[in-house]
């Protein structure tokens, strides 16, 4: 069952905490799980810093989930996760042969462009190959963007930082390494936007809708009155798409009208 596992995300990087580069993972990651009926459990943000990755890492594996961490796997003095991941799990790099072939296959070809250099003993080729040193034990995940691969350790995909590339390889990895969790309905959600009514007072139908619906969560997301829009709840149901969501929406429209809430499908002022 899915629900056992959980799924977290770490992304890592100095230009995301800085504001210099602007996250693009955390949504999407979120998108490609919900396509497959999973769902995130908790995202961790953290910089180029080796002990603070080490620590994170330790954490991580411990917890014994699902992880996905994006960042850091580069070739330049800023990248720090491999080496990082090595010393939480306390076990030594080596360059792995599938990385080393697919790395010497990539520079090859862009050496025929003449873009790198033949010369896999040069400087340069040997920072490139050093992208393929990964703890003892990792398997390859493959990046069809550009064959650098990305690596996989005890139920965590170490990704690129480049969404082109870090996308299709969480795919991979769902898909691949995790298709026995994929879970056989999806998880949908229904709301309303409800005015004139504080959460207090709707709170005792979202408890019964939670008790008479075992598949069914309630949720309630209010806002503040902002820019001269009146303040509102964005009040729903979720869970598999069927007889029961229906019946616990229907039930939740109902009884917003009851207590005296009125409801719209989009928040007031909005176009």
Known sequence: ???????????????????????????????????????????????????????????????????????????????????????????????????????????????????????????????????????????????????????????HTFVPGFPEMAWPMIEWTLDNRYAHLHASSIEVAKSVIVYSLPESRITPALEFIENEWKTIKTFSLPTVARNGNKPYIDLGVKGPEGAELQEAFDYLRGAVLRVGGHFMDKPEGDV
């Open 1 to 155: 069952m899915s629900a056992q596992r959980k799924f977290g995300l770490i992304i890592v990087g100095d230009e995301i905490l800085s504001g210099r580069r602007q996250d693009a993972h955390f949504k999407k990651v979120i998108e490609l799980l919900g396509k497959r009926g999973l769902q995130l459990s908790w995202a961790r943000f953290v910089g180029d810093d080796f002990e603070a990755l080490v620590e994170e890492y330790k954490r991580s594996f411990a917890r014994g989930d699902i992880v996905f961490s994006s960042g850091g796997i580069g070739s330049t003095p800023d990248d720090k996760t491999r080496d990082a991941v090595a010393a939480a799990l306390g076990l030594p790099l080596e360059l792995h042969p599938e990385a080393a072939a697919l790395i010497t296959k990539r520079t090859m070809e862009m050496a025929e462009k003449g873009v790198f250099n033949v010369d896999m003993g040069s400087p340069e080729n040997q920072r490139r190959l050093a992208m393929g040193l990964f703890p003892v034990g990792a398997e390859i995940v493959p990046n069809s963007y550009n064959q650098i691969p990305g690596f996989f350790i005890q139920d």
